[in-house]
Structures are given as C-alpha cells and as structure tokens.
C-alpha cells in the first residue's frame, strides 16, 4: 500500500509539475528538505547543481521525495543513519527521442549514434527510440550522431533530470562545393577549388593595386588569366575570350557595355555589391548564351541592413552617394548613384584617360592634339528592394540604369556629333525554401540596351533622317528572360539542381554614312528578333572525402534558326590530401547574340562594335569548347596555383572591311587559346601578402576565307603580375608591377587595313595615299608594356561617440610614367600617311578619393 500511495503522490507531483514548469535546482530541494526535516545529505554539488526538479517537491514528505528521486532519477539514495542520507548518480538505462525539427517526425535509431567523451557507446533500437546504458559524472561530454542532421550536444543537466529523453534535431545542408580557400589573392578573394569560381567580397576588399575606390573591373585584372590588352580594365579578355563573348552580369541583368568612358570605368557602384563570381573555366548550365567566361555582381538583399545607413564620397572623376534603410521588419532599401563632373573639371587621371581613349579618334587631330569642345558625361543609379514575409520567402527587385556620353564638334565635318551607350535593367527574383532539402528560385529580368552615333541633323531626330548629310549609327538590344529553377538536397552526398528559362530579345540597328568618292549614302537597318527556350540540370555528387564531381547540360532551341544544341559540362576535383587539389574541367557552349569583331560600326574611332543576332547570313551561332586541367596546393599561409587551358570559339562573325560598305561583307572565323596560368601566393602574418602570376597563352585566328592561320591582334604570350598589399590598424597600402608582351603588330585587321590602302593606292584619285606605305614600319609585335601602380588609404573609423567614418585614399597608375605604345590604326581608310595614329596605354594617373559614411 506504501508503494502505491508513493507511485500516486509521484505521477500527482509530475502531472503537477508538467502544468506549472518551474523548477529548481536538486540542490536547492536538498536545502530546504535538511531544514524542513532535521537531516543531512552527502552529496556532490556540481550534480546536483545542474538537475532540475519541480519545484512543488518542496511540498511532499521527506521519504516521498526520497522514492521519485530514486525512481524517476539516474540517483541513488541511501539511509545511512537515521538522520543521515547519502545520494549519488548510478548506472541507468537511457531512452532517447530523435525528432526532425522541420515536420516533427522521428529519426529512424539506426541512423544515431551516441558518443560520450568523443568515443561511441553501445546502444540498442526499440522501435524509434534508442536506449543506452551509462553511469554519468559531471565532467562528461554527450553528443548525439544522426547521419543528415546537425550534432545534437545534452548537457549533463538534461540527462540527470530524467530517463527519457526527447532530442529535436536539425537537418543539416551540406555545402558539397568542397574546401574554400581563403584569401586566395588577399583579403576578401576567396577560390572554390570545387566549381573553380573565384568569390570577391567586395565589402571585404582591402586595396588593390592603382585603386582606392573599389573599381569592380579593375579588380579583376589583378586575377590570374584575367587580361585587359588594350589596358583599359572594362575591356577584360577572360582567357582569351573577347568582351562579348564573357557573360557579365548584375543581379541576372545583362550588361552589353564595356563600361563608362569606352571601357575605363565599371559601371557599377561598389558601396551597393555585395560579391562578385568569377568563373574562367566555364559555368553552371543554369546560364547560357557565351562561350567565354562570366562575372555574375551580386547586390547584398536590402534587408541585410537592418539600421540606416549610407555614405557619400568623391574623387578626381566622379562623385557618388549610397543609402540602405529599413522601411519595416520586412521591407528593406538601397539605393546608389554616381555621376560624373562637368568636364570644366579636368584632373590629372581624367586627363591621362582622355589620351589614351581619344588617340586615335575624331577628336584629335593630325597634330596630336585632343579637341577641347567636348562634354563628357557618365552617370549610373541602382535600387534593391527586398521583402522577407517569413524564414521561407525572399522577394528581391533590382533597378538598374547606367549612362555613358560624349558631345564635341567635328571640325573635319564641320558639325556637332555624340556618341551615347545607356543600359537599363529590371531584375524581381523570388526565393522560396519548402524545406532544408527543396528550395526553388524564379528570376525575371528585363532589359534595354541602346548605343547611338550621331551628327548634323540626326542629333535630335527621332527616326533619323534618311537623306542630308547627317551620319548616324544605332544598335538597340531588348530582351527578356524568365528562369526558374529547383534546388534537391538528395542526401548527404549528392544534390540535383533542375531548371528552364525563356529568353526573348530583339535587336535593332540602323546605319547610314558616305563611301570615300560617293555622295549618294550608305544605308542598312535591320530588326531581328529570337526566342531562345532552354532546359538544365546539374548534379553534384561528393563520394566520400576525396571527390567532388558537378556533371551538367543544357538543352537550347533558338528559334530564328529552328535550332536544337545540346552543352554538357562536367567538373572534377580530387583532394589528395588536405593541402593539395587536382581538378579539371571541360563543357560546350553556344552564344547567339554577339558582337561583329573589326568593324567600327559608329564613326569616331570609339570602337563600339555591332550587336547582331545569328541569323544564318550575316550572322553566325558561336559554338565553343573549353577544357582545363590544373592543381592548387594551399598550406602554411602558400597557395600555389596552377591551370592548363585550351579554349575554341567557332564561327565569330567578322566583317571584310573597316566600316559599313557596299562591297562589303560578313564572313566567319575559329578562334583557339591555348595557355597556362601560374600564381604564387604568400601571406606574411596579419599584415602582408605577397603575390605573382605568370600566364603564357597563344591566341590564333582562322578565317573562313583563307586557310592559314593567323596570331590574334590580342594575343600576348607572356603577362607578369607581382603585387603586394599591407594592411595595419587604420592603414592600407599595395602595390603591383605588370607586364605584358606587345600586341600583335602583323594581325588579321592589320592585314585587312593594308590591302584597303594598297586598294586606295591603286585606285587612284585625288584622295589616293601618297609617299612611303606607313604600313612597312608596322613591327611584327609591338614592344612589350610595363606598368607600376600604388594604393595607400587611412580610415577614421566610427565610434559610440562619433556615427561616423571618413576614408582617405591615393592611388597612382604608372608611377613612372612609362610610354607604353599599344597599336597604330589607320583611320578613314588610309588617306595620308599622317592617318597612322598612335594608341598608347595610360600615362602617369593620380586619383584622390575622401569617403564619408554612416
């Protein structure tokens, strides 16, 4: 009868206990049992300190308390004497409970493993519980194992307050892109051995060589097999692949232009980009439509800031101002802008760009001399609004408009001409979680692309007009995409991603200019229009710790062709041992919209090339292939990597003369790339790391009407870059030395550029060349070029007292000033011999910047 009062009085204090959930520590109890009862226990403090009981065990009798404890607890308790008790933890059996967070279903036991003091322990499954025998003590470490989820650590306390246990468990989302490396270059470069792209946080950049304001563009040249030829940093060669055929793009936007003031600076503001992806080997088969590389610029999610917050800064070419604002718990802002100064205000870098981009333009004449009524002008705004209804749900819209414009007055044409690019784009994506294993992501985007030339009466004229003296040159892209993807997490070891996307674009051009002899003008327009319907998928597979392979393929219709192409992909990486890494990689690409390569589609000499569609006659799908074989090896503060390439780009449109003619035609060409990357990387404490990259790559061009085969224009064998960056307290500081073989001399437009003139020359007239053939001193390889480029800034951080930072920063581009001759171009067809005009690299360019923020 006693032991049934006792299980009564207990299941009465736990059902009591269960509604009111106060506890008290055991030691407590203990106190108030030796002072309610006049006897003493023997115990041990740190247990007893860390089980819990109800607290209205402070109400039973002393020998009721006495039997739930030594029932319902992994305790011993003993009557010594008849005022003296000892209590003391003994072996019990266990029961556990593993339960998925997400839907609250059990975790099947043969999954589970419980490990004690970092050894497992033996446990047997009863149905979908796990019991396990132990005798605890204070110092112990319990953790729980199941295989998909995070491991689950009970404390002490937990296990000595009862039985049974009741274990929730995380899954967890394996991250099967392989070992990180960090500070690949320095601080805020990251590289993925796994899918070989390379990651920039640009909030983490410290200073690169010659930049201080986190110019995105050049940044990327500091990577290696990243290359700027004509060593302005919009026109980036990613392995030998040309501006177009790259992918570049913000936020899913497509940008189609090289960059504010023809290639110079990125249009992008960098206060609003939260990370940059580089990817030189190829990419992931959720995106098409190039066959060189991709720079995908990522805006952090406005609701990332979860205070006001902005900044405002200027330097010697523009001033710009960034904002990100809370709108509510769910709703955040950022907004950015840049804009350029009237061009009255003519500083010491805005200069040395002016000479290197109008040297062989319509704005300096035949001595040499730049025109001086010009207005420049560049500005670019961007805008991200997020919504986070809930943990699963993301909604994301980007704004983004970007302007880039000359005006000056041709004196040789005696008229007011402009040449203007404007980008416009419009991203809304939506992110949704249906589980730690399924995720999907829809993406629409819509964008404009405008690029105009004109002059006389065509500045204002909307069509312009077809007859009259004026000359224009308009290509307009507009296209839309539509993307949605799903994300499985198939298992700890594998994970499929599945997608399709439609892309509508449509491209205008309209041309008119004037033959050399001819009054009559030269007129061409055309509108084209295609559908491209793709299908994707990509599998990422980890056997065990030593793999990592990413097979994928993209299915493509476009429909101006009625054409079906199929792209695999395939990535392989074998870590051999923790430091070191193989990989490799190959895949096929297709790209239908594309720029037609030689031909100076807009008077001037600005080199802005026409964006065609293929079409079959006058232009070409480009198909392409890449392949890579490399290792890294990262220990001890050293990365040393290194990769073998061989690229192809087939049937890339070109155009048999230098401007739009009547006897002009287009023609097609196979590009190839071969070449190898080398970069040595060593990080000195916390202050310094030291790199050197060594490239060495052999371009050749093939054109459809000839057989032989040619070293493109583009092509430099050897490039060196050696650099360094310091970064202490309030104080940062790099460095770099580049150099780079010449550019081809003896190229395929080179050769095109002599026969027109030797045609001129034979034709006759009154405007035929005359004296020596200025081509006869065109070297086979221009000299090599060189270049040092310093950074130094000093931040006054933000403080509790004072909300605000301010950064001051110099940079210098060709410190000393070297004369670096990139090419000669005849212009206007070869006319005088005074029409071979020098194109040189930047001169010594100075830069000042001051940054506010709070």
């Known amino acids: 009868m006693r032991i049934l009062l006792a299980a009564v009085c207990c299941f009465t204090v736990w059902a009591t206990s269960a509604q009111t959930q106060n506890t008290i520590p055991l030691s407590k109890l203990i106190d108030h049992l030796e002072g309610k009862s006049s006897v003493e226990f023997s115990y041990d403090p740190a247990i007893a300190d860390q089980i819990a009981v109800p607290d209205n065990y402070t109400d039973l009798p002393l020998q009721d308390v006495l039997f739930v404890l030594n029932a319902s607890y992994p305790l011993a308790v003993k009557q010594v004497s008849e005022q003296f008790y000892s209590l003391a933890v003994k072996e019990a059996t266990y029961t556990i409970a593993l339960t998925d967070v997400e839907d609250d279903m059990p975790v099947a036991p043969d999954l589970v493993t419980v490990v004690v003091n970092g050894t497992p322990i033996s ?8 019991n396990f025998t132990l005798k605890p003590s204070a110092a112990d470490s319990i953790a729980i194992y199941a295989l998909g989820y995070e491991v689950a650590d009970i404390t002490i306390g937990e296990l000595l307050t009862g039985l049974y246990l009741k274990v929730p468990v995380r899954p967890v989302r394996i991250e099967l892109s392989g070992v990180t490396i960090h500070d690949y270059l320095t601080k805020g470069i990251d590289i993925n051995p796994a899918n070989q792209s390379i990651a920039i946080a640009v909030g983490d950049l410290p200073l690169l060589p010659g930049e201080t304001d986190g110019d995105l563009f050049a940044s990327l040249v500091a990577l290696p097999g990243i290359t700027t030829p004509d060593n302005r940093p919009g026109n980036l060669f990613i392995r030998g692949s040309s501006t177009d055929q790259s992918l570049i793009t913000v936020d899913d936007i497509p940008i189609y232009h090289r960059g504010h003031y023809f290639g110079t600076i990125s249009p992008y503001n960098p206060k609003i980009v939260d990370q940059v992806e580089v990817y030189r080997n190829g990419f992931h088969p959720r995106s098409g439509g190039r066959v060189g590389g ?33 709108i509510s718990e769910r709703f955040g802002l950022k907004v950015g802008a840049r804009r350029s100064y009237p061009r009255s205000f003519n500083s010491p870098k805005l200069n040395a760009i002016s000479h290197m981009i109008f040297a062989a333009s319509a704005l300096r004449d035949t001595s040499g001399n730049i025109h001086e009524d010009l ?5 670019d705004f961007n805008a991200t609004v997020s919504f986070k209804p809930n943990n699963r749900n993301l909604i994301t819209a980007t704004g983004l408009y970007t302007f880039s414009g000359i005006e000056y007055y041709a004196r040789r044409h005696d008229t007011q001409e402009e040449s203007q690019i404007e980008n416009i784009g419009l991203n809304v994506n939506w992110k949704h979680l249906f589980s730690q294993k399924l995720s999907s ?42 993307l949605h993807e799903l994300d499985w997490n198939v298992s700890q070891l594998s994970k499929l991603q599945v997608g399709a ?101 807009a008077s001037g000499g600005f080199d802005n090339e026409l964006w065609r569609l293929a ?3 006058n232009g ?30 087939n049937n890339v449109t070109q155009y048999s003369e230098v401007r739009i003619l009547r006897h002009g035609f287009y023609l097609t060409a196979d590009y190839e790339t071969r070449g190898v990357d080398l970069f040595i990387k060593r990080a000195i404490g916390e202050a310094w790391n030291l790199w050197g990259g060594y490239s060495y790559s052999r371009m050749h061009i093939t054109l459809d009407t000839a057989k032989t085969t040619y070293d493109q224009k583009y092509s430099q064998p050897h490039v060196i870059y050696l650099g360094g960056s310091w970064q202490h307290n309030r104080w940062k500081a790099s460095a770099g030395w580049r150099y780079a073989s010449g550019l081809k001399g003896h190229n395929v437009y080179f050769l095109r550029a002599r026969k027109i003139y030797n045609r001129n020359r034979q034709q006759g007239g009154p405007n035929a060349p005359t004296g020596p053939n200025p081509f006869e001193r065109v070297p086979e390889r221009y000299a090599p070029v060189h270049f040092l480029d310093l950074s130094a800034s000093y931040t006054i951080p933000k403080t509790a007292e004072r909300g605000w930072s301010m950064s001051f920063g110099l940079s210098v581009i060709n410190l000393y000033n070297q004369q670096n001759l990139t090419d000669e171009v005849i212009r206007g067809g070869g006319t005088r011999n005074s029409d071979l005009l020098k194109r040189q690299a930047m001169d010594f360019a100075p830069n000042l910047m001051v940054m506010i923020e709070w």
């Open 620 to 649: 070409q799908v480009i198909d392409g292939q890449q392949a890579m074989l490399g290792a890294i090896w990262h220990k001890n503060k050293w990365t040393v990597d290194v990769e073998a390439y061989a690229k192809s780009a």
């Open 501 to 601: 996307s439609y892309a509508y674009q449509s491209v205008d051009h309209r041309y008119k200019s004037f033959g050399p002899r001819a009054n009559e003008p030269i007129l061409d327009d055309g509108e084209q229009q295609g559908h491209t319907l793709s299908t994707f998928a990509n599998w990422e597979w980890a056997p065990g710790k030593k793999w990592f392979v990413q097979l994928g393929s993209r299915l493509n219709y476009y429909s101006p062709l009625s054409r079906v192409d199929f792209a695999p992909r395939a990535f392989a990486n074998y870590y051999a041992t923790n430091a070191l890494t193989f990989k490799g990689s190959m895949g096929q690409y297709y790209q239908y919209l594309s720029q037609v390569k030689g031909l100076e589609y």
């Open 375 to 379: 207005e420049v002008l560049f500005e």
């Open 441 to 482: 992501e829809t993406s629409v985007t819509l964008s404009d692309y405008d690029f105009a030339f004109r002059n006389g009466d065509a500045l204002h004229a909307d069509p312009p007009p077809i007859n009259g003296p004026s000359v224009y040159a308009l290509n307009e892209i507009r296209d839309l995409t539509v």
């Open 615 to 617: 079409d079959g006659e």
């Open 123 to 130: 446990a047997e499954q009863s149905g979908t519980e796990l």
């Open 294 to 326: 991709a720079v995908a610029i990522k805006t952090n999610e406005a609701t990332d800031h979860p205070a006001f917050g902005g900044g405002i800064g200027t330097n010697t070419l523009y001033a710009s101002a960034y904002l990100h604002t809370p």
